[in-house]
């Protein structure tokens, strides 16, 4: 079975400083992995995701992320944090086979301080 | 291009009614999917479906029904309201290559 933990509900960072994001994950041979983030009172906006290639992967806004399979890992960073990237953080997982459902993560909330 | 469109947005429901929650997409995808969000759990499937005629059970089926008559519309009904089910529904959808999901905006269910 397919699972993720994001283990921080919540992450606190300046302005400017440097931000992640963990997730780790458990799936039956090759993953895909995604991330996702919500604002209040929308639906989930699509930022990045892992199918295979280079371990480092970038997406929108500047984030990237790094999937480590040895450590079956794929947190998520940006080099320097803005206020407007305060909110909710979904990694997602699904075995690479076409039409396998994506396993959410329970969110972790950024928030951004100035 | 809409994407992804979920209706009706808001709706409140006695305990015992039923309803269903339409969703349509315009993408031409194949796979298509219902979750429900509540504070504290992520999301986690209800159903899901991997082409037209075909549904398959997610996480938490139990209390929802399903139908894909149609390749652009998967259909979520509740045939009798719990208020365990007041939650936010979001529909979703992917191509068959396997790539992200594209979301939309939620319908938020209140069981009174």
């Known amino acids: 079975a397919q699972s993720v933990a994001q283990p921080e509900d919540q992450v606190n960072v300046a302005e400017g400083n440097p931000l992640t994001v963990k997730c780790t994950y458990s799936v039956s041979g090759n993953p895909y992995l995604f991330w996702y983030v919500q604002y209040p009172n929308r639906g989930l906006q699509f930022l990045l995701k892992?199918?295979?290639?280079?371990?480092l992967v970038k997406g929108s806004y500047g984030f990237e992320a790094e999937f480590n399979k040895s450590q079956t890992s794929f947190h998520l960073k940006k080099p320097s944090a803005l206020v407007s990237d305060s909110a909710l953080y979904f990694c997602a997982v699904s075995r690479n086979q076409a039409g396998t459902a994506l396993i959410f993560g329970k969110g972790t909330t950024l928030s951004v301080s100035s | 291009n809409a994407g992804v469109t979920q209706t009706p947005k808001f709706r409140v429901l006695k305990t015992g009614q039923s309803m269903t929650l339409l969703c349509a997409q315009d993408?031409?995808?194949?796979?298509m999917y219902w979750y429900r969000q509540d504070p504290g759990m992520g999301l986690r499937l209800i159903h899901y479906?991997?082409?037209?005629?075909?549904?398959a059970k997610g996480e938490v089926p139990d209390g929802y029904n399903v139908s894909r008559l149609k390749k652009q519309n998967f259909l979520l009904g509740l045939e009798s309201a719990a208020p365990s089910q007041t939650s936010v529904y979001f529909c979703a959808s992917r191509d068959y290559s396997g790539g992200e999901l594209f979301f939309g905006e939620g319908s938020r269910l209140t069981v009174l």
């Open positions: 479906s991997v082409g037209e005629g075909t549904t």
């Open positions: 993408m031409n995808h194949e796979y």
């Open positions: 892992y199918i295979t290639g280079d371990n």
